[in-house]
């Protein structure tokens, strides 16, 4: 017996309205319809609302962590690269400077000649300066630390008469006294995060570990046969140590 289509809709109705006054949690449906005579269910429940949020926070979470130790990673390797740098354009600097060390028996040279070393820093005369110095010449040049400031100062001047070679760098270098300085024929550089430098002298032709090496250098006129230097670099930001040591054969001895 075939039952009409109006017929079928009353009864899914009647059924679906029985239903729902019998559900305990009538709430958790948002709306019901008929539809040729199948009930339809839309929307979310409170349940699957919660578990949604918490699988989204705990997302949130991860990504967030995993951001955070990518920053981090990523400033001790970029702290690590920059000490890095500094400590090899010291080095290299410091050797080709060496090696254009002003020699004292040439002729000519003797007054200007020039070489005072001390734990924490030296001055000499060179003919090798950074580029940006202008023309060739000789230069005084000294390397300085600064414990109190953690940096390593640089300063270089050209030398036109012997009484050039009497100028020393002050003390303490600010901000303030640069433009005084460069007005005297001071070039300064400044390199910062240092913890320790320690320069370390050999007179003699054998082999021996640097720690063991004089600090002080009490022979003016004369540069030393060989320099070690240390270098502990210290990031402010991560507390990153980085130490870097080497050794340096002075040709004129």
Same mark, same amino acid.
């Given at each position: 017996m075939m039952i009409s289509s109006n017929l079928q809709l009353n009864l899914a109705a009647q059924v679906n309205k029985a239903w729902r006054r019998n559900d305990p949690h009538p709430g958790q449906y948002l709306r019901t319809e008929a539809r040729g005579g199948i009930s339809v269910q839309e929307g979310f429940t409170l349940l699957e609302l919660l578990i949604s949020i918490t699988l989204m926070s705990i997302i949130i979470v991860i990504l967030s962590l995993a951001l955070r130790t990518g920053?981090?990673?990523?400033?001790?390797?970029?702290?690590?690269?920059?000490?890095?740098?500094?400590?090899?354009?010291?080095?290299?600097?410091?050797?080709?400077?060496?090696?254009? &060390?002003?020699?004292?028996?040439?002729?000519?040279? %003797? =007054?200007?000649?020039?070489?005072?070393?001390? /734990? #924490?820093?030296?001055?000499?005369?060179?003919?090798?300066?950074?580029?940006?110095?202008?023309?060739?010449?000789?230069?005084?040049?000294?390397?300085?630390?600064?414990?109190?400031?953690?940096?390593? &100062?640089?300063?270089?001047?050209?030398?036109?008469? %012997? =009484?050039?070679?009497?100028?020393?760098?002050? /003390? #303490?270098?600010?901000?303030e006294s640069r433009p005084a300085l460069i007005e005297e024929g001071w070039d300064i550089s400044i390199i910062p995060w240092l913890k320790s430098v320690t320069f370390s002298y050999e007179d003699q032709a054998r082999d021996t570990e640097p720690d063991t090496w004089p600090r002080q250098w009490e022979r003016h006129g004369k540069p030393p046969r060989a320099i070690a230097l240390t270098l502990i670099f210290e990031n402010g930001d991560s507390g990153r140590i980085m130490t870097s040591r080497h050794i340096f054969h002075v040709s004129v001895s």
């Open positions: 920053i981090g990673a990523y400033t001790r390797a970029k702290g690590g690269n920059e000490q890095l740098v500094a400590a090899t354009a010291i080095e290299g600097l410091l050797s080709m400077q060496l090696r254009a &060390i002003v020699d004292g028996s040439q002729p000519g040279l %003797k =007054d200007f000649s020039l070489f005072e070393g001390s /734990e #924490d820093g030296l001055t000499m005369v060179t003919t090798h300066v950074p580029i940006g110095a202008g023309a060739g010449g000789i230069f005084l040049v000294t390397y300085r630390f600064d414990p109190d400031k953690g940096q390593l &100062i640089y300063g270089q001047r050209i030398i036109t008469t %012997k =009484d050039d070679l009497k100028a020393r760098l002050p /003390e #303490d270098i600010t901000e």
